[in-house]
């Protein structure tokens, strides 16, 4: 099989604290397949972390190099995959993700601070993180929402029952 006709067995979507990493490589080593998060292969590309993508080069930026590595790990990659938090805002990766089967890792506000940390170097949340937060998590849950096959509730729940929950759809 050519990789251009590879995809992935399951696209995780959600904001920051969500468990999207966690989640993506435990159910990775539960379905015996690799884990690819595309903020990775931006560092990749970018030769630094996100957060230094934002600060030094932009937002703007940022997003081209998502939307890219979006679109090939869409493509090429054959395992479990996660997506930023903000990838799904952009058109063309919505577009995209139609006819993936992508779950939505559903968290409160309150767990996912706690997940974040307030003093987190995420650059999306510098300013009042709590605040900012809640603005980011109220105007991409519909993006989510519309976007998932399945939504899972990860408040209050150990990562090895979430896994479970999503082996068990697949």
Request: aromatic share 2%; proline share 5%; net charge negative.
């Amino acid at each position: 099989m050519s990789s251009a006709s590879q995809q992935p067995t399951v696209v995780l979507i959600g904001p920051p604290g969500s468990g999207k990493s966690t989640i993506g490589l435990l159910l990775a080593d539960r379905l015996g397949l690799s884990f690819r998060d595309t903020d990775t292969d931006v560092e990749a590309v970018a030769g630094k972390p996100v957060s230094d993508v934002f600060v030094e080069d932009g937002e703007a930026r940022f997003r081209e190099l998502e939307a890219v590595a979006v679109q090939a790990a869409l493509e090429g990659h054959d395992g479990v995959l996660s997506l930023g938090g903000g990838a799904v805002l952009h058109g063309p990766t919505q577009e995209l993700l139609a006819g993936h089967r992508v779950v939505y890792l559903r968290v409160g506000l309150d767990q996912a601070v706690k997940r974040v940390g307030l003093a987190s170097a995420r650059p999306l949340l510098v300013l009042n993180p709590r605040s900012q937060l809640r603005k980011l998590m109220e105007e991409r849950r519909p993006v989510y929402e519309r976007l998932a096959v399945t939504t899972v509730e990860t408040d209050d729940r150990e990562p090895a029952d979430i896994v479970a929950e999503i082996a068990a759809t697949l």
